[in-house]
């Protein structure tokens, strides 16, 4: 007996659905998975929605996102609470949508569910939103694995930071020309444009190219650091103290008596926003890289235009860097008569590969910059001084440098707080922060969408964050979990007093 829509959904004069018994179709196809232990199911294209209502009734604790290029999901199904509707473009603002209810503790808790009909006659579509979901959930995999690394350094590295840095100075760049330098292993092919020219730019060097620089003689106007960790300090130790040192909260803290050292930039983190506030200081999103930081700042910064060179986005047979390096040291020091140099940057080269064209050498790492890369806009023209390596979408290749007006750049001071203000303030959020947490953890659920300090308190304890909100919106009380995360959180903010104590 028909039960389907009198208008079913068709395609190219094929059905979308069954036009019969829709209803018994969507059970088959929900039989073929348990979601019982799933918090978020992505839809594509369910067509008029006859797979909400059974998965609603055998899952009823479960958020939908429907992927929708048709748009003819039926309106009682979109509730706005548990059901939520995407019909826009598949691939840049889909990201943003899944951004927007899907967080890193979701990860073990996620399902995609293409209607089987739509992958057949809308393959394209289909094709473009499971690319789309692929890149933003490795994504979420990359911020996850660094959060589990960095978050406490995160936190340690912020607050030593806010409170020791000099105030933040600016240089007034607009309508200039900025030459970012990265380290790749095709930097040496620029070196003859970049000596002859670099006088007419604003050189940004990152930390991996500084002793490069150095050695070839190259001015650098400012250096940009990101990296939170131990390898940071490798890099910090060429840097000449008479360059200054931009960096956001979050970066290695390291000190000198001369070295001039900037919170140049705010890049929107739960701490950011407690500690920095509104000051000015340009705001631009985490990254995970320091080239793509670098080119956030120097768009926000209003320039002309922004040149990379050395941005090869690849290893260049078993180079992955130009020569001299910080690591290359570290990597001889492993050498013995059965292990040789050569061997060394072999080894590294074969593991980190998972693509190659000719002698280039892709990483994921790499291709993933590259992938966010490409999906970014920015107001200015940007270039890449290389003819050769792995092409990226929105960046033209050039041989040569511009000529353009030279001079010395100014930079300005910002509003920042006194010293003892900002231990008062740094004292005041810890406990703060401390007493919030022990009521927060206990009730973190996935049904309300983590806010900005159930955030925060999830980079300090991911993993026990994430078992947390999966078990108790599962309909289970981890009360054991709750106690080791409570426990976790009030000895690392004290932990965090006393260290900042001992600094004031």
């Not at 990152?206 to 940009?224: G, H, M, Q, R, T």
């Not at 209003?302 to 020569?323: E, P």
């Amino acid at each position: 007996m028909k039960s389907g829509d009198s208008s079913p959904v068709m395609i190219n004069g094929k059905y979308l659905h069954s036009p019969y018994n829709p209803e018994r179709e969507a059970l088959k196809v929900l039989a073929k998975e348990d979601y019982s232990r799933k918090r978020i199911v992505i839809l594509f294209e369910p067509g008029t929605g006859y797979i909400i209502p059974p998965l609603k009734s055998l899952y009823p604790h479960l958020t939908l996102l429907v992927i929708s290029p048709l748009g003819r999901l039926a309106s009682e199904y979109r509730d706005g609470n548990s059901v939520f509707l995407w019909t826009g473009d598949l691939e840049t603002g889909l990201r943003g949508f899944l951004s927007e209810h899907i967080h890193e503790s979701d990860l073990s808790h996620i399902a995609y569910l293409p209607w089987p009909s739509s992958v057949r006659l809308l393959p394209q579509e289909a094709s473009r939103a499971g690319k789309t979901i692929s890149l933003f959930i490795s994504w979420l995999q990359a911020n996850h694995s660094h959060v589990v690394g960095f978050g406490v350094k995160n936190l340690r590295n912020s607050l030593v930071n806010y409170l020791l840095c000099e105030e933040p100075r600016l240089p007034d760049l607009r309508n200039r020309n900025i030459l970012i330098i990265a380290s790749g292993p095709g930097l040496r092919d620029c070196l003859d444009e970049i000596r002859d020219k670099s006088r007419f730019y604003f050189v940004i060097a990152l930390p991996s190219a500084v002793s490069f620089l150095l050695k070839e003689k190259i001015p650098i106007d400012l250096i940009i650091s990101t990296d939170p960790g131990y390898w940071a300090s490798v890099h910090y130790g060429s840097f000449p103290d008479a360059v200054s040192v931009g960096t956001g909260l979050s970066g290695r803290c390291v000190f000198n008596g001369s070295r001039k050292i900037y919170p140049l930039f705010n890049q929107g983190t739960y701490l950011d926003r407690q500690l920095l506030g509104n000051r000015g200081i340009p705001l631009i999103p985490g990254t995970g890289s320091v080239a793509l930081a670098a080119l956030e700042w120097a768009s926000a910064m209003q320039c002309r235009t922004i040149t990379f060179a050395g941005l090869d986005m690849c290893l260049r047979d078993i180079r992955s860097h130009v020569s001299p390096h910080p690591f290359d040291n570290l990597l001889m020091s492993g050498t013995d008569f059965t292990n040789s140099l050569h061997h060394i940057y072999f080894d590294r080269a074969l593991a980190v590969t998972f693509k190659r064209e000719d002698s280039l050498r892709i990483s994921h790492s790499l291709n993933q910059y590259r992938e966010w890369l490409e999906n970014r806009s920015y107001p200015q023209s940007l270039y890449r001084l290389q003819m050769s390596g792995i092409s990226i979408q929105g960046l033209t290749d050039t041989a040569k440098l511009e000529k353009g007006s030279e001079g010395s750049v100014t930079w300005s001071p910002l509003p920042y707080p006194s010293r003892s203000e900002r231990r008062e303030r740094i004292g005041s959020l810890l406990k703060k922060w401390r007493h919030e947490s022990q009521e927060r953890i206990s009730g973190a659920s996935a049904k309300v969408f983590p806010d900005d300090f159930d955030d925060f308190l999830y980079t300090l304890i991911p993993q026990i964050f994430s078992r947390i909100r999966g078990e108790t919106d599962l309909g289970e009380t981890p009360e054991k979990m709750i106690r080791e995360g409570q426990e976790k959180l009030t000895a690392l903010f004290i932990q965090m007093e006393e260290l900042c104590e001992r600094l004031a």
